[in-house]
């Protein structure tokens, strides 16, 4: 079977090569995630005034700062904290969304129509204004950010499961697993996620980034991570104030890694739906 | 006649798929004259609906004419430019597709697009071509034309959807008509009425037709001549009457064999595949139970309303003995697959009662039935069986879940020889029990469907139009099959299905329904032989029969 697998997941990266390029950049960064803050030359926290300000050259690969921190350390050990709050909004959006969504979708009535009208209130806000309320009012916290990211996402998962789910719930395997003993519950659970979610794969890869660029968003306004905290929105938030006097790495280099991750997920949402999808195999 | 009108000489259509080439027809040639009607049968996969989409060039983009020559008037029409193509569409050759509700536009008025089909072809002021319009309306018999002008689709049912295709078909006089099962989906009463229609429409106006079907009996009514494809290849052609009194070919002989006449038994429903099962030993006289022995199922004046509207079921009554089959027959919308679910507890019922073996089991929830004791003595087999197995569920898997779920087995050597029991049983392959429904056949699925109904030894199996969506050599093996498991296990069964062919085969008593009420029941062979009712007595006359030889198209109303 895994055999199988694999054979099918190299047919679908034959035939969409940037999928492959997405995945070793993603598979990359997670390294960098785990691994970086024990492999850069420089402690990422620690100022060296003596030396701040310095264009990228062989010791210090992306320059350093104004305080003189080597900000290709920075850089790396930031990838951590800005994946994990990525993941665990994307993470806690999809698991409340695709039940709430999928139970909407199967049961419909009245429950159906009153969380429809609250997913239309909350989209209604313009979300990014809606994040930062959240955390001004909550504190300016990493669970915060996590949680505010993840309830501006929340919609998007539960229209789209409630979709999904929605016109399936009438299909005759369904039935069948009524008839095979199964209650509501455990069809909307064990029957319609697992089919819904090859298609929710590619939503939550393009959340990712967008999960991401959100964080860093709150950060650069200055509602997110607090320095000296290492984050790629502080650094480019940060870095703008010197863009004027030519310190172009101060921005350059955080804004590429931000990019550069983003466009990686958002070119793996396809890849992921073809693969995860048993019927995609011939 | 100097030359035909449609000559097809060695014809290859060829599709580039991810294994690579593959071709669907492989050398075809046929010739049709000028108002000559021609059926062209075949079951899935014999690239009878290809060699049609190739004759109108609406091939698909990985589909290609690879060799041979469509010559039409004269003309090799596989060498046009697809402008060219474009007005060969409509004015000279039309065509009449499966699904009439998907091919009209759900958002504009169907007066409307008959216009455009007209204005496509002949330059007229819009007028002009809404007053045709209501002209072809007439002539396709629908009521109230004016006010139908201006009808959207959905306010049609399916058989007013296929007259108003055909009316747009024939707006600008094509001089051929390919129609590509026009009545798949439609109940058998309108599917004549839509025949008789099409027939009568092509011969007044003297348009040659292609009927492309499945149906033997459909082709034997209205076609002049059949062509019979297997497998890409044209294997036998002629008249009707010679074709399925005289079969040449075996293919021909097997699919003539395999299909149901007014007559056959399930015994003589030739079995298609190698395996030689053995079919059903004569039916022992089942022992006679003691009086007083309730009925294993009782309906007792069910009813059901959705949402305050009119009544989908009602004062419906009945009863199943052990062992007793009984089928019930109805158009679409007449309540049968309602009454059906709520037997098998699967929705509620408005009002009545259902009970089982005695014990009224019409009074629990549907929600909660799962958890009672009688879940698996009732199980349903369901009509379509590319949609009812989980697309993530292996064959095994789908066998196992009723296993796992009601007869409180654990995952293990037992359960897979218990799977591997009821797979044996159905007649599928131990090695197809690994594959995803997508990589098995109709008739593979059907049988994985089958045998997840009775894996947990079900009384009562209710089969909602069990080989509606099967060939007709799959739904003869898919029947006898059926019918055998019944008889080794005093299954009762309940057939609900619109093919009153299959019903009377499968059935010891029938019970007729119409707009949710019982209108006629009794014996099967008794009920088709002699109708009672008017309304059943069209049911049957309607069904097209292989031995019924074509009708004189003329002679439709």
């Known amino acids: 079977?895994?055999?199988?697998?694999?054979?099918?997941?190299?047919?679908?990266?034959?035939?969409?090569?940037?999928?492959?390029?997405?995945?070793?950049?993603?598979?990359?960064?997670?390294?960098?995630?785990?691994?970086?803050?024990?492999?850069?030359?420089?402690?990422?926290?620690?100022?060296?005034?003596?030396?701040?300000?310095?264009?990228?050259?062989?010791?210090?690969?992306?320059?350093?700062?104004?305080?003189?921190?080597?900000?290709?350390?920075?850089?790396?050990?930031?990838?951590?904290?800005?994946l994990a709050i990525a993941v665990s909004a994307v993470g806690i959006s999809f698991a409340l969304g695709a039940v709430i969504g999928a139970v909407c979708g199967y049961t419909g009535g009245r429950l159906d129509r009153a969380v429809g009208r609250f997913v239309d209130v909350l989209m209604a806000f313009p979300l990014f204004v809606l994040a930062m309320a959240m955390v001004a009012a909550l504190g300016n916290r990493i669970e915060n950010i996590i949680i505010a990211t993840a309830i501006i996402n929340l919609p998007f998962y539960i229209r789209f499961a409630r979709a999904e789910v929605n016109v399936r719930r009438n299909l005759g395997w369904v039935e069948a697993a009524r008839?095979?003993?199964?209650?509501?519950?455990?069809?909307?659970?064990?029957?319609?996620?697992?089919?819904?979610?090859?298609?929710?794969?590619?939503?939550?890869?393009?959340?990712?980034?967008?999960?991401?660029?959100?964080?860093?968003?709150?950060?650069?306004?200055?509602?997110?991570?607090?320095?000296?905290?290492?984050?790629?929105?502080?650094?480019v938030a940060e870095g703008a104030r010197f863009i004027s006097t030519g310190k172009w790495w101060l921005v350059a280099c955080p804004g590429l890694a931000l990019m550069l991750t983003v466009l990686c997920f958002n070119l793996l949402g396809d890849g992921v739906r073809d693969i995860l999808d048993p019927r995609m195999r011939t | 006649?100097?030359?035909?009108?449609?000559?097809?000489?060695?014809?290859?259509?060829?599709?580039?798929?991810?294994?690579?080439?593959?071709?669907?027809?492989?050398?075809?040639?046929?010739?049709?004259?000028?108002?000559?009607?021609?059926?062209?049968?075949?079951?899935?996969?014999?690239?009878?609906?290809?060699?049609?989409?190739?004759?109108?060039?609406?091939?698909?983009?990985?589909?290609?004419?690879?060799?041979?020559?469509?010559?039409?008037?004269?003309?090799?029409?596989?060498?046009?430019?697809?402008?060219?193509?474009?007005?060969?569409?409509?004015?000279?050759?039309?065509?009449?597709?499966?699904?009439?509700?998907?091919?009209?536009?759900?958002?504009?008025?169907?007066?409307?697009?008959i216009a455009d089909a007209i204005q496509a072809h002949r330059r007229m002021p819009r007028e002009q071509a809404r007053a045709e319009a209501l002209d072809l309306l007439r002539a396709v018999q629908i009521r109230d034309p004016e006010k139908r002008l201006s009808a959207y689709p959905h306010e049609l049912s399916g058989g007013m959807c296929q007259r108003v295709m055909i009316a747009m078909a024939v707006s600008c006089n094509p001089a051929l008509l390919i129609a590509d099962e026009p009545t798949t989906g439609l109940d058998v009463t309108t599917q004549k009425v839509v025949m008789d229609l099409l027939s009568g429409i092509a011969a007044e106006r003297g348009m040659a037709t292609i009927l492309i079907t499945h149906d033997l009996g459909l082709a034997a009514r209205y076609c002049r001549r059949v062509v019979v494809m297997e497998q890409g290849r044209l294997v036998e052609e002629a008249e009707p009457k010679q074709l399925f009194r005289a079969p040449r070919h075996p293919y021909t002989r097997r699919l003539v064999a395999a299909s149901p006449t007014a007559t056959s038994r399930i015994a003589d429903l030739a079995a298609d595949d190698g395996d030689a099962q053995v079919i059903p030993m004569p039916a022992a006289p089942r022992p006679p139970r003691p009086p007083g022995t309730p009925p294993l199922l009782d309906v007792l004046k069910l009813g059901k309303r959705f949402d305050a509207g009119a009544a989908a079921v009602a004062e419906f009554s009945m009863s199943i003995g052990a062992g007793e089959s009984v089928g019930l027959v109805g158009e679409s919308?007449?309540?049968?697959?309602?009454?059906?679910?709520?037997?098998?507890?699967?929705?509620?019922?408005?009002?009545?009662?259902?009970?089982?073996?005695?014990?009224?089991?019409?009074?629990?929830?549907?929600?909660?039935?799962?958890?009672?004791?009688?879940?698996?003595?009732?199980?349903?087999?369901?009509?379509?069986?590319?949609?009812?197995?989980?697309?993530?569920?292996?064959?095994?898997?789908?066998?196992?879940?009723?296993?796992?779920?009601?007869?409180?087995?654990?995952?293990?050597?037992?359960?897979?020889?218990?799977?591997?029991?009821?797979?044996?049983?159905?007649?599928?392959?131990?090695?197809?029990?690994?594959?995803?429904?997508?990589?098995?056949?109709?008739?593979?699925?059907?049988?994985?469907?089958?045998?997840?109904?009775?894996?947990?030894?079900p009384r009562l199996l209710i089969l909602d139009e069990p080989t509606a969506a099967l060939d007709v050599s799959v739904q003869a093996v898919v029947l006898q099959l059926l019918d055998r498991l019944r008889r080794e296990d005093d299954l009762a069964v309940l057939l609900v299905s619109h093919d009153l062919n299959v019903v009377r085969m499968m059935c010891d008593r029938t019970i007729v329904m119409r707009t949710g009420r019982i209108v006629e029941q009794g014996e099967s062979r008794a009920l088709f032989a002699n109708p009672q009712t008017d309304y059943t007595r069209e049911l049957v006359e309607a069904v097209p029969h292989i031995e019924s030889g074509p009708v004189a198209s003329s002679a439709s109303a």
């Not at chain 2, 029991?421 to 995803?436: I, T, Y």
């Open chain 1, 1 to 82: 079977m895994t055999s199988a697998t694999l054979r099918h997941a190299g047919w679908i990266l034959r035939g969409n090569p940037l999928t492959g390029v997405a995945a070793a950049g993603i598979f990359f960064l997670t390294f960098v995630a785990i691994f970086g803050s024990w492999l850069v030359p420089y402690d990422p926290i620690v100022s060296d005034v003596a030396h701040s300000l310095m264009p990228p050259s062989a010791a210090h690969l992306a320059g350093t700062d104004q305080l003189g921190r080597d900000v290709f350390s920075r850089l790396v050990v930031a990838a951590r904290l800005d």
């Open chain 1, 179 to 235: 008839a095979c003993g199964d209650s509501h519950l455990s069809v909307v659970l064990r029957f319609l996620l697992p089919n819904v979610m090859p298609a929710m794969a590619v939503q939550m890869s393009l959340n990712l980034g967008w999960a991401i660029l959100n964080a860093a968003g709150l950060s650069f306004i200055g509602l997110g991570v607090k320095p000296p905290t290492p984050e790629w929105g502080i650094m």
């Open chain 2, 1 to 113: 006649m100097s030359q035909p009108l449609l000559a097809l000489r060695d014809l290859h259509v060829t599709f580039s798929t991810r294994r690579g080439l593959v071709e669907a027809v492989r050398g075809v040639t046929l010739c049709l004259d000028e108002g000559e009607t021609l059926g062209l049968v075949g079951e899935s996969g014999s690239g009878k609906s290809v060699t049609g989409f190739a004759i109108t060039r609406l091939l698909d983009t990985a589909g290609r004419i690879t060799a041979g020559q469509i010559v039409f008037r004269g003309q090799d029409i596989t060498k046009l430019s697809s402008g060219d193509c474009r007005g060969l569409h409509g004015a000279a050759m039309a065509m009449i597709f499966q699904n009439p509700r998907a091919a009209l536009n759900p958002i504009r008025g169907i007066g409307d697009q």
């Open chain 2, 333 to 457: 919308g007449s309540g049968k697959s309602t009454t059906s679910r709520m037997i098998c507890r699967l929705i509620d019922p408005s009002e009545g009662e259902i009970s089982f073996e005695g014990q009224s089991i019409g009074d629990i929830p549907a929600r909660e039935f799962h958890r009672s004791a009688f879940r698996k003595d009732i199980q349903i087999v369901f009509q379509d069986p590319n949609e009812s197995l989980n697309p993530r569920f292996t064959a095994f898997d789908c066998i196992a879940h009723p296993l796992l779920r009601l007869s409180g087995m654990r995952a293990g050597d037992a359960l897979g020889h218990r799977v591997g029991e009821c797979a044996q049983r159905v007649g599928l392959p131990a090695d197809l029990l690994s594959r995803f429904p997508h990589q098995l056949s109709g008739g593979q699925k059907a049988r994985v469907g089958i045998a997840r109904a009775i894996a947990c030894g």
